[in-house]
């Protein structure tokens, strides 16, 4: 079974803070990574696409991928309150018949005033 | 560019009846994939639909079958349904072979009483 980990939280931290997200992910061979918010009652909003070993900058955010140790990462910085959501990490596992795009169980953000 | 939608947005059925969800996927995207969202399972994948074809199969009961059109179109039959059928059914569709950036519809909820 291939599988997406993160920490369920909550993870709180105060507004202007840096937020770190973390995710872990069992095979090897993935090439595709990817960050998603969702806001309560609301569906998965994608915010940051990674394929590459290294950082991918897109304003506040940033998503660091490490291949070697399996391992994906979101960063916040200057955290809002308007931050405040689960963060879904969701790989690409490629299956016989295509790809199979999995999730993580999310991590649930707090940003505190 | 108008994004996926889905109908309807809510529905109530009773034990034992069926339902049809409905996907329109982005202009030009022709793979979709079905997930079911609970609060205790997180997003558990369906099955994925790419060019009319079922790529990839979840671990669902038989009760639970899609299909796609040739306009990409995707529809997902749930048939008896069960009280633990009760979630957020979400359909998310990509570029398919080479385009990996999959962006979600706003769900459908459903309530199973």
């Known amino acids: 079974q291939k599988e997406v980990e993160q920490n369920s939280g909550p993870l709180s931290v105060p507004e202007g803070a840096i937020a770190s997200l973390n995710c872990t992910y069992s095979?090897?061979?993935?090439?595709?990574f990817f960050w998603y918010r969702q806001y309560s009652g609301k569906s998965p909003e994608l915010i940051m696409s990674?394929?590459?070993?290294g950082d991918k900058e897109d304003g506040r955010f940033t998503a660091q991928l490490n291949k070697a140790s399996q391992y994906v990462s979101l960063l916040i910085r200057d955290s809002q309150p308007s931050d405040s959501a689960t963060y879904l990490c969701?790989?690409?596992?490629?299956?016989?018949?295509?790809?199979?795009?999995?999730f993580g169980t999310g991590t649930q953000l707090k940003v505190e005033l | 560019k108008a994004g996926v939608t889905q109908t309807p947005r809510y529905l109530i059925k009773t034990r034992g009846q069926q339902v049809t969800l409905s996907c329109s996927p982005i202009s030009g995207h022709r793979s979709v994939s079905w997930y079911q969202q609970t609060p205790g399972q997180g997003l558990q994948f369906l099955f994925e639909y790419f060019s009319e074809t079922q790529r990839n199969k979840g671990n669902f009961p038989g009760r639970f079958s899609g299909r796609q059109f040739s306009n990409s179109r995707s529809e997902m039959n749930v048939s008896t349904l069960e009280l633990g059928d009760s979630a957020l059914y979400l359909c998310?569709?990509?570029?398919?072979?080479?385009?990996?950036?999959?962006?979600f519809g706003q769900g459908t909820r459903l309530t199973v009483v």
């Open positions: 095979d090897r061979v993935s090439q595709s």
């Open positions: 990674i394929y590459s070993n």
């Open positions: 998310a569709s990509s570029g398919g072979t080479g385009a990996t950036e999959a962006f």
């Open positions: 969701a790989v690409i596992y490629e299956t016989g018949g295509g790809n199979k795009l999995t």
